[in-house]
Structures are given as C-alpha cells and as structure tokens.
C-alpha cells in the first residue's frame, strides 16, 4: 500500500514506515512545526542548519 506524504507530497511505502503518514522524520518535524507555529515558519526551502530551534542556553547567560 503507498500513501502520499502529507508534506512533499511523495509517494511512500505504508508498510514498515515508522514516519507514516510521512515519508520520513523530516517531513513528520515541518508537518509539526507548521501546526504548532501556524505555518508560517516554512517560507523557503527546507534547511537542515536551522535544525535546532532557538533556545535558552545562549541566550540569558551573557
Ligand atoms: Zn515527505
């Protein structure tokens, strides 16, 4: 069975796919993202260096 991933729309396998309905991890995390930051957040491409969300460690520690 295949289903269409929700995020880039490619073709995946149902079966033996931790991710479904997505295709991978990546498009389960911008699925995510999007409902919880109301999908504004996905203005360009997709970029693996924005990975880790802004945090407090470096911020409040100067
Ligand atoms: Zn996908």
Redesign the pocket.
């Known amino acids: 069975m295949k289903v269409k991933?929700p995020?880039?729309?490619?073709k995946?396998e149902w079966e033996n796919n931790p991710f479904r309905p997505?295709?991978?991890e990546?498009?389960k995390l911008i699925d995510l993202g999007a409902w919880a930051k109301g999908e504004y957040i996905i203005e360009g491409p997709p970029d693996d260096a924005s990975e880790d969300w802004p945090s407090n460690k470096e911020i409040g520690n100067a």
Request: charged fraction near 20%.
């Open positions: 991933c995020t880039c729309k490619q995946i997505f295709c991978s990546r498009c």
